[in-house]
């Protein structure tokens, strides 16, 4: 199945809006991919403002957070893998939803080869089998 936490993280996004909170992410800026303003990370975190009058073009996809805003008052394109999003919450009153620090995904273990001996050679590629012999 697909991760939740893009599906929670719209969620709580429209949540917040609804109940006239201000959204802010908590983003991990050592994931691969961030594209963030680096004069305002610390502790290689940034929280950023996702309501809808301090961005322009939001787009929370499965895989993906991006938006367009000023800092400093320069535009700059952001771009944030769903990974890296620690956590969404209001700023009003902090509600929202934290998130565990995720793992990049393992690959999965190299096939293990059985050893084949003289007597145990396979020609078709099936398993093999015993049978009974009296």
Partial sequence: MTSQKPYLIRAIHEWLLDNASTPYLL???DHEGVQVPTDFVRDSRIVLNIAPDAVRDLNISNDWL?????FAGKPMDI???IIAVQAIYSKE???GMFFPEEDMPTPPPPPKTEPTTKN???KSGS???LKVVK
């Fill in 27 to 29: 983003v991990n800026t």
């Fill in 127 to 129: 398993r093999p089998s």
């Fill in 66 to 70: 991006s938006f367009s805003a000023r």
């Fill in 79 to 81: 771009f944030i893998p």
């Fill in 120 to 122: 145990n050679t396979n």
């Fill in 93 to 95: 009153n902090n509600e």
